[in-house]
């Protein structure tokens, strides 16, 4: 039974991981901009979420829009007014992913000086776990987190391959300059991929925050394992993100089982490192040539 209840759980974890990831290789893979920033917008997300409903008594879909809006507009300003003016005064690789990390840095310490640096949930009638079969808890969040996550994937597969901006999106890493030919806009596409990757990170963050529970430092774990997922996967595949959160997700949880809790996150990395050498190009990742 500890089989199947840590399955359970680990099901609910993969696929908030599977939403995040996905979040950070839509970015990753549309700009090739390094967005480690990304665990921070999940940590304002998901402070905000639990702030409106605990600390201002706000009805949950007010908290839920909040959470929302300070993503996206997050995501956006950092496109804007940090990652912009390094791309036009033709800053390197490098020097992108040091200024984000500066940011998750800056974020992180202004959440632990304003919400405290302990741990904090939400208690709502949706984290009660109740006795599903003999053995077995679940709560009402283990459905909701897979069925947002599977809601979330289709939408996300409809706009990128139906619509006109969507495809625009994915063609924007391989030839910015075909992207002009059709009337579309390199830097408007940016922004609507940090829009868009930062909204799949809202339901994680209030599933987390109504569940877990959550600290200042929740952005850098959020975002190891959105880098691992994005390789494990295989970069720049968002199906490959998604089965690679996932997958993680239920290897976290299923290690306590036999190894104990302190090999959760380890098992992450060996999951990676396994992929680095046997399988670089990761579930459904392009073999290159040199």
């Not at 040091?98 to 992180?108: K, L, N």
């Not at 063609?171 to 806009?185: D, I, Q």
């Amino acid at each position: 039974m500890l089989f199947l209840q840590l399955l359970a759980n680990g099901l609910q974890v993969g696929a908030i991981y599977a939403l995040t990831a996905a979040g950070f290789s839509l970015i990753f893979g549309s700009t090739k901009i390094f967005h480690f920033a990304h665990g921070a917008t999940f940590a304002i997300a998901a402070y905000l979420f639990h702030f409106a409903l605990a600390g201002l008594g706000m009805h949950w879909t007010f908290a839920v829009l909040l959470a929302a809006v300070s993503a996206v507009v997050f995501g956006i300003l950092l496109d804007r007014l940090m990652y912009a003016p390094i791309q036009r005064h033709e800053g390197s690789f490098f020097t992108v992913f040091v200024a984000s990390f500066g940011i998750g840095i800056v974020v992180q310490n202004l959440l632990g000086s304003v919400f405290g640096r302990g741990f904090m949930s939400v208690a709502t009638p949706l984290s009660n776990s109740v006795e599903v079969i003999p053995g077995i808890y679940l709560s009402p969040l283990n459905g909701l987190a897979i069925v947002s996550a599977i809601i979330c994937f289709a939408a996300l597969h409809l706009f990128l391959t139906r619509t006109f901006v969507g495809k625009g999106m994915r063609a924007l890493s391989e030839n910015p300059e075909l992207v002009r030919t059709f009337g579309l806009s390199p830097r408007r596409l940016s922004t609507y991929a940090f829009a868009l990757g930062s909204l799949l990170v809202v339901p994680g963050a209030i599933f987390t925050a109504a569940g877990t529970g959550i600290n200042p430092a929740v952005g850098h774990h959020v975002m190891l394992i959105s880098l691992a997922a994005t390789i494990v996967g295989g970069i720049g595949s968002l199906r490959g993100a998604a089965c690679a959160g996932l997958l993680i997700g239920v290897a976290e949880n299923l290690a306590m089982w036999k190894l104990g809790t302190q090999w959760s996150e380890a098992i992450t990395f060996a999951i990676l490192f396994f992929f680095i050498i046997f399988k670089p190009s990761g579930f459904f990742g392009r073999q290159t040539v040199s």
